[in-house]
């Protein structure tokens, strides 16, 4: 069956610390992925997206993910957040063959100023 | 930029109410979603369309209707309102979806 699991629901980091954000999927091929995030009262805003090549996706803000099919991975990372960083990300999976979008639980991430 | 607006941003329905909850998108994306969010919970699918004249039913479907009438308008009906269905709802359209700001339901 299609899922999509965040294993980290919440995320403590300083301003200016490396990130990463976990996300592990399953699905047989591979899959549309994506990271959105969510400020406090407002909608889901796409950050990146992957369908192929490359592993490596840039997205806004200076976040990144890499894309692993060997581990059935999508993490997402940037370099140095900032205290504006704090929201909640998802990761979500696209069907290739289908419109069924399957989202993660999310996780909270709160940097400290 | 693609746009997805929501009418209303909040509702306060009463319980066996009807609810209806709007959605258009401009950017001429042929699937569009609905979506509720709660703690817990996450986000999960309620309906979704692949165009006009189409509707299907999501992973929580029980107790919504859902209407496409044209390619720009999605619209989530609660036919007889639920306090279990006080809740965020979101729409979305496109491949890479595009979300609206959220419809903030209180069922009373």
């Known amino acids: 069956a299609q899922s999509v699991t965040q294993p980290d629901a919440r995320v403590t980091v300083s301003e200016g610390a490396s990130l990463q954000l976990r996300c592990k999927y399953s699905y047989s091929g591979t899959p549309y992925l994506f990271w959105y995030v969510q400020y406090p009262r407002q909608g889901l805003q796409l950050l990146l997206k992957y369908y192929s090549g490359d592993p490596v996706v840039q997205g806004v803000n200076g976040f990144e993910a890499e894309f692993s099919k060997s581990n059935s991975s999508f993490h997402l990372r940037k370099a140095s957040v900032h205290w504006s960083d704090s929201a909640v990300y998802f990761c979500v999976l696209r069907d290739t063959n289908a419109y069924k979008v399957i989202f993660g639980k999310g996780t909270h991430l709160h940097v400290l100023p | 930029e693609a746009a997805v607006t929501q009418s209303p941003r909040n509702k306060v329905a009463v319980t066996g109410g009807k609810v209806t909850l709007s959605c258009n998108q401009t950017n001429n994306h042929n699937n569009m979603y609905w979506y509720r969010q709660d703690t817990g919970h996450g986000l999960r699918l309620i309906h979704y369309?692949?165009?006009?004249?189409?509707?299907e039913k999501g992973d929580i479907p029980d107790g919504y209707k859902a209407s496409r009438p044209s390619q720009e308008n999605f619209s989530l009906i609660l036919e007889l309102a639920t306090p279990s269905q006080t809740s965020v709802y979101f729409c979305?359209?496109?491949?890479?979806?595009?979300f609206g700001a959220g419809t903030r339901l209180s069922v009373l």
């Open positions: 369309s692949y165009g006009a004249g189409s509707t």
């Open positions: 979305a359209s496109g491949d890479a979806p595009y």
